[in-house]
C-alpha cells in the first residue's frame, strides 16, 4: 500500500514541468552539470525533484531558503546515484543549512589515546541518523569549480557509506559475499597506500590528504576527486578509480569536463582541523621527548 501510495505520489511530482528558476540556478551554480551527460541530464533533473520533495528542508543561522536554492543542492546530490537509484538517499531525511561555516563540538583521539575537546569551524557534517548539514556559501564556492573538492558530494557520499559502502554487506548468496570481500579488500588496499604516502610527508595526486583520518573521510575525498576529475583520478590511482567506478557504476573520466574556473584555493575547515591535530600531535611529541 505504502509503495503504491508512494509511486502515486512521484508520478504527480514528476508531472509538472521542471521550474525555469531551478534550472537556471543549477546551470549557474553547478559546474558538474555541465559534465554530465546530455543523456542522463533528464533523470537527473527528475531525481532532483524527487530529493527536494522527500526531504525536510531546515533553514539556520537566519539564512532564507529558497526552492532554486535547494535544487543547486538536490542536482550535485543526485549525481551520485545516476548510476543506481535516488532510493539510495531513503535513509536521509532532512538537510539543514547554514549561511556560512558554524561552529560545533568536536572530540578527537590522538595516537597516546588523549581525548581533545573543542570548537570546531566546519561548513558540512553527515550525522548517521539521515541529517546532512552544510554551508550555502561553500556549496557554492564547491559547486562553481571543479577542483575536486564538493561539500555536497563529500557529505551525501558519507550518507552512501554509512549505509553500504565501507561497511559493506555480508549477508547474500556466496557468491554475492566474496565480490563484498574483494571490494573491500581492494578500498582499504588503496586507503592503505594513501595513507603511507602521506605519513611519508609526501603529496599525494588527484586526493586530499583529509582522507587520511580514516576510511570513511578516504571514501569520500575520492568521491569528490571521482566524480569531478575523473581522467585525472584513473591516472594516478586507476585500482581506486574502478572501485569506485563498480560501487558508482559510472564512468566520469569518460565525461567532458569543463576547465576549472580560475581561483585562489582556499583552506577548508576540514583541512584546518586536520592542519590543528597534526599540529597538536606535534606539540604532544615535543613535549613527550623533551620531559
Not at 590511482?237 to 581561483?263: I, M, T
Request: hydrophobic content about 35%.
Amino acid at each position: 500500500m505504502l509503495g503504491w501510495w508512494r509511486k502515486r505520489k512521484r508520478a504527480r511530482i514528476l508531472a509538472a514541468p521542471f521550474p525555469d528558476e531551478w534550472l537556471q540556478a543549477i546551470e549557474r551554480e553547478v559546474a558538474l552539470w555541465r559534465a554530465v551527460p546530455d543523456s542522463q541530464r533528464p533523470r537527473l533533473l527528475d531525481d532532483a525533484r524527487l530529493f527536494i520533495a522527500e526531504r525536510y528542508w531546515e533553514p539556520c543561522g537566519g539564512i532564507e531558503l529558497t526552492p532554486p536554492m535547494c535544487a543547486v543542492i538536490a542536482a550535485q546530490a543526485c549525481v551520485l546515484t545516476l548510476g543506481r537509484s535516488v532510493d539510495a538517499y531513503d535513509h536521509v531525511r532532512s538537510i539543514l543549512v547554514y549561511p556560512t561555516a558554524y561552529r560545533a563540538p568536536d572530540l578527537w583521539e590522538d595516537e597516546a589515546g588523549i581525548v581533545t575537546e573543542e570548537l570546531d569551524e566546519r561548513e558540512g557534517e553527515a550525522w548517521e541518523w539521515g541529517t546532512v548539514v552544510l554551508s550555502w556559501q561553500q556549496v557554492l564556492t564547491d559547486g562553481r569549480t571543479l577542483h575536486g573538492r564538493n561539500l555536497v558530494l563529500h557529505e551525501l557520499a558519507h550518507q552512501l557509506d554509512l549505509l553500504d559502502a565501507v561497511d559493506r554487506p555480508t549477508l547474500g548468496s556466496a557468491e554475492l559475499r566474496a565480490e563484498n570481500e574483494r571490494w573491500m579488500e581492494a578500498f582499504l588496499d588503496a586507503h592503505e597506500a594513501f595513507c603511507e604516502e602521506i605519513e611519508r610527508g609526501r603529496r599525494v595526486k588527484a586526493l586530499d590528504e583529509y582522507g587520511a583520518e580514516d576510511e570513511a573521510e578516504f571514501f569520500a575525498v575520492a568521491t569528490e576527486s571521482f566524480f569531478e576529475r575523473g581522467a585525472y583520478l584513473r591516472e594516478h590511482h586507476p585500482n581506486l578509480y574502478r572501485v569506485l567506478s563498480e560501487y558508482y557504476n559510472q564512468d566520469p573520466a569518460s565525461w567532458k569536463l569543463p576547465a576549472p574556473a580560475p581561483g585562489t584555493r582556499t583552506e577548508t575547515g576540514r583541512e584546518r582541523r586536520r592542519r590543528r591535530r597534526e599540529e597538536e600531535r606535534s606539540r604532544r611529541k615535543d613535549r613527550g621527548r623533551s620531559s
